[in-house]
């Protein structure tokens, strides 16, 4: 292959910016190499794969590199939260207390109960789950299951709950689904509202598609690799969490819950188990400094919120927890130990919220701040307040972002123009392509990456054909990753090498809504999708009226649909009575108008959908002007 194409090596500019940010950390701190390993029973070595055979997560692929010193191609701190991170299998957290990690981003926390066991979010994929629990059993004997517990509202900790559990077992009552308020609507709402440019974003944050290596990926922040392709699945919860305080007991495990809405997820909880002494913090305090803005998109997380949770958490478990556990990386034993690391991770999201608003207060802009703002000495020292998944910079700009948005009050950032329509211009105004490219190539030489890449951003959005350009911003790209000791960060900036070298290519279609996120969305959610892929544009002179019925579960709803104005807009509860179609549908129906699965004459065929007064053609000029929604876009090119 053209060695163009292929990683390079470190420059001796990050060679040395390496060697550099090595000689300022806590090297003598080495608590978590214990920590990571402590209470191993056993792990698997063969990949977890679909019924098909297609790998979803090869759960040793990092294992022999990882066994090395850090080499020039990757951030010293990096390589050694990638090497903490490392081991993975069954754990004995605590007795009674287990935890499955490395078998996908997130961990399986296992509570034994009198008869059986409950489980602590079921991992990211059915497969993945399946294979956790399969650990579980084969050393801890083959318990029932009698509670799903999910933690919160992301995808990674639901995603394999038919793996362990069935509908027929929920419904008949012999397990439980328990949830923090709001769970459904935050979990449906997050992953298809917005979830394929989300998720088309997640793998630059995650580098799925770059392989493993000293020139790859080494490490995601919350663990060293996330599964991929398996099948996500979600069985509703049967009990809601809604005050802080509730308590629970499930075949003899006491469970007592701190809703922490809105920090790092909406619907989020905390659980405390007073027989063990231990606290589950879900993902409000890991080994890393989270993220208040996520790479993959979503909405500013609560600097606020959150501090306040894990203060609560201190005042009300701190001095009662032997031990604290995560849903993510390791888990923390002592007493002292425990409050320290909540008071730690309490004081890192306060003082980036402080902070910044007393710079922007000051005037200082959102990138003024990211690049002046550090956190205290004494917070430094802590491999776990370091930024492997969230950054102290990302994070800055979050909190900005939060009370004053994307605008900075500089006029002259009002109005800007588009990059592609931008980039032409300047380079023009640079002396032309030549020299703009030269000025771009001795930016590279002299290691200065960061104004490389915004040379060469413009010169790529100005041609993407040039391959010159295009292989120097990939180039830059790669040497800006080898530095970063945030992983996302060397994801982002390696996956954007990968496509720049490789173009982007369709690996095949990702379902964003599968039959269980369906099922779980109600009709209004629907019609809120089916508003969502509406062309605007194209829809600005329709002008239809219906009068939809939508039946599911034996109960049906009335909503009112217009679209006028290149919107669609649905009221509940009323009858048009001068409506151009009234129609009845089932839900799954409706579902499959919004996806596009199926058109109003095959539903009507199939009995699924009635007309009840009109004509269907009211219908089909809405319909076919809901548009697919294109997963593999670029990115890194116009």
């Given at each position: 292959?053209?060695?163009?194409?292929?990683?390079?090596?470190?420059?001796?500019?990050?060679?040395?910016?390496?060697?550099?940010?090595?000689?300022?950390?806590?090297?003598?701190?080495?608590?978590?190499?214990?920590?990571?390993?402590?209470?191993?029973?056993?792990?698997?070595?063969?990949?977890?794969?679909?019924?098909?055979?297609?790998?979803?997560?090869?759960?040793?692929?990092?294992?022999?590199?990882?066994?090395?010193?850090?080499?020039?191609?990757?951030?010293?701190?990096?390589w050694?939260?990638?090497?903490?991170?490392?081991?993975?299998?069954?754990?004995?957290?605590?007795?009674?207390?287990?935890?499955?990690?490395g078998?996908?981003?997130?961990?399986?926390?296992?509570?034994?109960?009198?008869?059986?066991?409950?489980?602590?979010?079921?991992?990211?994929?059915?497969?993945?789950?399946?294979?956790?629990?399969?650990?579980?059993?084969?050393?801890?004997?083959?318990?029932?299951?009698?509670?799903?517990?999910?933690?919160?509202?992301?995808?990674?900790?639901?995603?394999?709950?038919?793996?362990?559990?069935?509908?027929?077992?929920?419904?008949?009552?012999?397990?439980?689904?328990i949830?923090?308020?709001?769970?459904?609507?935050?979990?449906?709402?997050?992953?298809?509202?917005?979830?394929?440019?989300?998720?088309?974003?997640?793998?630059?944050?995650?580098?799925?598609?770059?392989?493993?290596?000293?020139?790859?990926?080494?490490?995601?922040?919350?663990?060293?690799?996330?599964?991929?392709?398996g099948?996500?699945?979600?069985?509703?919860?049967?009990?809601?969490?809604?005050?802080?305080?509730?308590?629970?007991?499930?075949?003899?495990?006491?469970?007592?819950?701190?809703?922490?809405?809105?920090?790092?997820?909406?619907?989020?909880?905390?659980?405390?188990?007073?027989?063990?002494?231990?606290?589950?913090?879900?993902?409000d305090a890991?080994?890393?400094?989270?993220q208040?803005?996520?790479?993959?998109?979503?909405?500013?997380?609560?600097?606020?919120?959150?501090?306040k949770?894990?203060?609560?958490?201190?005042?009300?478990?701190?001095?009662?927890?032997?031990v604290?556990?995560?849903?993510?990386?390791?888990?923390?034993?002592?007493?002292?130990?425990?409050?320290?690391?909540?008071?730690?991770?309490?004081?890192?999201?306060?003082?980036?919220?402080?902070?910044?608003?007393?710079?922007?207060?000051?005037?200082?802009?959102?990138?003024?701040?990211?690049?002046?703002?550090?956190?205290?000495?004494?917070?430094?020292?802590?491999?776990?307040?370091?930024?492997?998944?969230?950054?102290?910079?990302?994070?800055?700009?979050?909190?900005?972002?939060?009370?004053?948005?994307?605008?900075?009050?500089?006029?002259?950032?009002?109005?800007?123009?588009?990059?592609?329509?931008?980039?032409?211009?300047?380079?023009?105004?640079?002396?032309?392509?030549?020299?703009?490219?030269?000025?771009?190539?001795?930016?590279?030489?002299?290691?200065?990456?960061?104004?490389?890449?915004?040379?060469?951003?413009?010169l790529?959005?100005?041609?993407?054909?040039?391959?010159?350009?295009?292989?120097?911003?990939?180039?830059?790209?790669?040497?800006?990753?080898?530095?970063?000791e945030?992983g996302?960060?060397?994801?982002?900036?390696?996956?954007?090498a990968?496509?720049?070298?490789?173009?982007?290519?369709?690996?095949?279609?990702?379902?964003?809504?599968?039959?269980?996120?369906?099922?779980?969305?109600?009709?209004?959610?629907?019609?809120?999708?089916?508003?969502?892929?509406?062309?605007?544009?194209?829809?600005?002179?329709?002008?239809t009226?219906?009068?939809w019925?939508?039946?599911?579960?034996?109960?049906?709803?009335?909503?009112?649909?217009?679209?006028?104005n290149?919107?669609?807009?649905?009221?509940?509860?009323?009858?048009?009575?001068?409506?151009?179609?009234?129609?009845?549908?089932?839900?799954?129906?409706?579902?499959?108008?919004?996806?596009?699965?199926?058109?109003?004459?095959?539903?009507?065929?199939?009995?699924?959908?009635?007309?009840?007064?009109?004509?269907?053609?009211?219908?089909?000029?809405?319909?076919?002007?809901?548009?697919?929604?294109?997963?593999?876009?670029?990115?890194?090119?116009?």
């Amino acid at each position: 292959m053209d060695q163009d194409l292929q990683p390079k090596s470190a420059t001796p500019a990050t060679i040395a910016a390496n060697k550099a940010a090595a000689e300022s950390l806590p090297w003598e701190d080495r608590r978590d190499y214990d920590d990571s390993v402590r209470g191993f029973i056993g792990t698997i070595s063969e990949p977890i794969t679909r019924a098909d055979g297609a790998v979803v997560l090869a759960v040793d692929s990092h294992d022999e590199m990882l066994k090395a010193d850090a080499p020039d191609t990757v951030h010293p701190s990096l390589w050694r939260h990638a090497q903490v991170s490392r081991p993975h299998g069954l754990f004995e957290v605590a007795e009674r207390i287990y935890q499955v990690r490395g078998l996908d981003l997130s961990n399986m926390t296992i509570i034994e109960g009198d008869t059986g066991i409950l489980i602590i979010d079921p991992l990211v994929y059915n497969e993945t789950a399946a294979a956790a629990l399969a650990l579980y059993r084969e050393h801890r004997g083959d318990r029932e299951v009698k509670a799903i517990i999910y933690t919160h509202s992301h995808l990674d900790h639901y995603g394999g709950s038919r793996a362990v559990a069935t509908q027929a077992e929920v419904d008949a009552g012999k397990v439980s689904v328990i949830a923090p308020a709001g769970f459904l609507e935050e979990a449906v709402s997050e992953n298809v509202y917005a979830g394929n440019a989300m998720s088309r974003r997640a793998l630059y944050q995650t580098a799925n598609i770059v392989a493993p290596g000293p020139r790859g990926q080494v490490n995601s922040g919350l663990g060293n690799i996330a599964g991929h392709a398996g099948l996500n699945t979600l069985i509703a919860p049967t009990d809601i969490i809604t005050e802080t305080g509730d308590t629970r007991t499930v075949d003899g495990v006491e469970m007592e819950f701190q809703l922490a809405l809105g920090t790092e997820a909406p619907s989020e909880f905390l659980i405390y188990f007073p027989q063990f002494r231990a606290l589950c913090t879900a993902e409000d305090a890991t080994h890393t400094m989270h993220q208040l803005y996520t790479l993959r998109g979503a909405q500013v997380r609560d600097a606020v919120a959150w501090w306040k949770a894990l203060d609560e958490a201190i005042v009300r478990y701190g001095d009662r927890s032997d031990v604290l556990f995560a849903q993510h990386t390791w888990p923390t034993w002592g007493t002292d130990e425990v409050t320290q690391l909540l008071a730690d991770q309490r004081d890192v999201y306060k003082y980036i919220h402080d902070e910044v608003l007393r710079m922007a207060n000051a005037g200082q802009t959102p990138e003024e701040i990211a690049e002046e703002i550090q956190l205290p000495p004494a917070l430094q020292a802590q491999w776990y307040t370091h930024g492997y998944y969230g950054s102290l910079s990302h994070n800055a700009k979050a909190v900005y972002q939060r009370y004053l948005g994307w605008y900075d009050s500089h006029p002259a950032h009002l109005h800007k123009l588009p990059p592609a329509d931008v980039a032409p211009r300047y380079v023009k105004a640079m002396g032309g392509r030549d020299a703009a490219l030269a000025t771009a190539q001795s930016a590279f030489d002299d290691g200065d990456y960061r104004w490389a890449a915004e040379l060469l951003t413009h010169l790529v959005f100005a041609d993407p054909t040039d391959r010159e350009a295009v292989l120097l911003q990939a180039d830059t790209f790669e040497q800006l990753g080898y530095q970063a000791e945030n992983g996302l960060w060397r994801n982002e900036y390696l996956t954007g090498a990968l496509e720049l070298r490789h173009g982007v290519h369709d690996l095949g279609t990702v379902n964003l809504a599968g039959p269980d996120v369906l099922a779980a969305m109600t009709p209004a959610m629907l019609f809120d999708l089916a508003g969502i892929k509406l062309n605007g544009r194209k829809a600005w002179d329709v002008r239809t009226k219906i009068s939809w019925t939508v039946t599911s579960d034996g109960r049906s709803e009335q909503f009112a649909v217009q679209v006028q104005n290149g919107v669609l807009v649905y009221t509940p509860d009323l009858v048009l009575s001068d409506a151009d179609l009234a129609v009845s549908t089932t839900k799954d129906a409706l579902a499959q108008l919004v996806l596009g699965t199926a058109t109003a004459d095959e539903l009507r065929q199939a009995g699924s959908l009635t007309v009840e007064a009109g004509d269907l053609t009211a219908l089909a000029s809405v319909t076919e002007l809901l548009e697919p929604f294109m997963f593999w876009f670029n990115i890194v090119t116009p």
